[in-house]
């Protein structure tokens, strides 16, 4: 199946009331993990990279070859589409022209009537390729906010602002965080979600950032509220590094060929495999291909 535009799938979620994972990647290994738990579990995904992991993994043409190239090899028949997560102007621009079937442009930084002009601009060259947007109003936080006790709450003029630009899906801030959440941290702001939802309506798919570390309880009324994507990456990157680290302290790459890097980075990306297909389930998309 070729790559295709996010759009159809996340207003389907949203009809739905099911949400669909976002997971990002690094390399070749989660690539392959993240399409195996998603043909798995006949559940539509975003697999995204961020700028640094495009770069990390030699551009964002090598990102777009190997994901429709794995697609291909690995017949996958289940919807994808390769997805830039908080994309600058440019990055985004780019990754449009190489062949991403959807992107985030992050403008959250820029004065508001900036990232709305952007927006427009980038919509504009999106969807004359078929290719989904997805914006930031207001901003996500950090780790290096992991002082505080809830992520910022986005502005809900500025979201309905954002909602006329065209844009397919909208990321805004709920109380969530990237990263690994304080002890103190306060939860998700449900009434806030509520009053985002109800004023950028029911034909906005919302976009919960920080999926990581949020109980189950958070995510589902999250998503009976109006989140259709949720972005993980944190948890995956935690999961391969406890499995690679279990296979070196058990002394298995010291047994026989154990050093082979196809052995010993596999414990690692089947455990992505399995973070992945327990988090369709705990958003309700699995057999929504
Ligand atoms: P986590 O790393 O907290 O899962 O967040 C991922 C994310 O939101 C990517 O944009």
Redesign the pocket.
Known sequence: MALVSAKDFLIAARKGGYGVG?F?TNNLEWTKAILKGAEESQAPVLI?T?MGAAKYMGGYKVCYDLVKDLIDSMDITVPIALHL??GEYEDALKCIEVGYSSV?FDGSALPFDDNIKKAKEIVAAAHAKGASVECEVGS?GGEEDGVIGRGELADINECVEMAKTGIDFLACGIG?????YPANWEGLDFEHLKAIAKAVGPDMPLV??????IPLDQVQKAISLGVSKI???????QVFAAATRKYIEEGKDLEGKGFDPRKLLAPGTQAVTDLVKARIEWFGSQYKA
Do not use: A, K, P, R
């Not at 969530?176 to 690994?180: R, S």
């Not at 972005?231 to 990157?237: R, S």
């Open positions: 976002g990002n995204q961020s997560d908080h985030m996500i969530n965080i990237h990263g690994i919960l950032h920080g999926g990581s570390g972005n993980v990456n944190t948890e995956c990157q």
